[in-house]
């Protein structure tokens, strides 16, 4: 399992990565291994402005469908549409090639109160 040191991390299992005044979010290797293989990434608030903890998507794994929460308000500026022809990009390379949205963070401070990779560890049991 891995645990990144320069991400922050949700209790609903997101992970933001802060570059500049933009940040990336997806799901922990974690919330992938529990989910399992990913075959659909479903993002419907493209271009939308959310509040921290708003719905901004989901995903679906064969046995289920899990809700996307954002970690922190912002805009949301892009969606990975490569997930839309590979979205077992998110089994194989969560913090890579597995990313879901680019946003531009309304209140930079509100990264500052998620988790570090220690806490969010702790939380998992891992």
Sequence with gaps: MNFPENLKY????????VEGDEAKIGI??????????IVFVDITADGEILDSEE?????????????LYMPVSGEILEV??????????????PYGEGWMIKIKPSDPGQV??????????EMVGA
């Design 112 to 121: 500052d109160a998620l988790m570090d990779a220690e806490t969010y560890k």
């Design 28 to 37: 922990t290797d974690f919330a992938q291994s529990e989910l399992g293989d």
């Design 80 to 93: 990975n549409v490569g997930l839309e022809s590979a979205p077992e990009n998110v089994n194989s390379d």
């Design 10 to 17: 949700t209790k609903d299992h997101e992970w933001i990565l």
């Design 55 to 67: 719905m901004f998507g989901s995903v679906e794994a064969v046995k289920t469908v899990s809700e």
